[in-house]
């Protein structure tokens, strides 16, 4: 059965460095990683104006986050998204 884990690291290279060590176990067939992906970026409005024309009509649907209300209500709005 697949697993779908989602991380949050409190330093910008936290993931990248998570990723290196399941490569690792993986090398050693301790665990199977079929796909990963690492996204981060600086909190801000700044970047988030930046990000969300990247999204215009992709379809992509915000699933969950741990944001404060505020915080999601900003990405919703940015991504155009009802709750």
Not at 67 to 83: C, G, K, P, T, Y
């Amino acid at each position: 059965m697949a697993s779908l884990t989602v991380w949050k690291f409190g330093t910008p290279f936290g993931a990248d460095a998570a990723l290196e060590k399941m490569k690792l176990l993986q090398e050693q067939q301790l665990i199977v990683v079929r796909d990963a992906a690492v996204v981060s970026w600086e909190a801000g409005d700044a970047v988030l104006d930046r990000v969300a024309p990247e999204f215009a009509g992709s379809g992509a649907e915000l699933i969950s986050t741990n944001m404060s209300d505020d915080q999601e209500a900003r990405l919703r709005a940015a991504f155009q998204q009802e709750d």
